[in-house]
């Protein structure tokens, strides 16, 4: 499957944006998750989705705050993120995988495809 993330741009803190992955295959079929790498850092997790939706995780930092969720007619899969941070800083990624088990949805070695990343800026 190859994916494809847009929505990233420049916000304010206390701001939002609304990521979208959209994907090549079902979306439903897949685990997906999103991840993300601010420079001089490494890649984290930040919110995961097991297989058919089942069970969502989110890192400790972003709960409450961003939200998970899928249009699988769409084949789409989408963060919206409220309340930004300056620590929210990031290149944010997409990925998804067909053998990710519910436990390891937040593991990013678990997931097989990636999508290119897109640039969240937020200023303080």
């Known amino acids: 499957v190859q994916l494809q993330a847009s929505g990233g741009g420049l916000v304010q803190a206390g701001g939002s944006l609304r990521l979208s992955c959209a994907a090549s295959?079902?979306?439903?079929?897949?685990?997906v998750g999103w991840f993300r790498q601010a420079p001089g850092k490494e890649r984290e997790s930040v919110a995961a989705?097991?297989?058919?939706?089942?069970?969502?995780s989110y890192r400790d930092s972003v709960r409450g705050r961003f939200t998970i969720s899928r249009d699988n007619a769409k084949n789409t899969v989408y963060l919206q993120m409220n309340s930004l941070k300056p620590e929210d800083t990031a290149v944010y990624y997409c990925?998804?995988?067909?053998?990710?088990?519910?436990?390891?949805?937040?593991?990013?070695?678990?997931?097989?495809?990636w999508g290119q990343g897109t640039l969240v800026t937020v200023s303080s």
């Open positions: 989705s097991g297989r058919s939706g089942g069970g969502t």
């Open positions: 295959g079902r979306t439903a079929m897949y685990a």
């Open positions: 990925a998804a995988g067909t053998s990710v088990i519910l436990s390891q949805i937040m593991n990013p070695s678990a997931y097989s495809h």
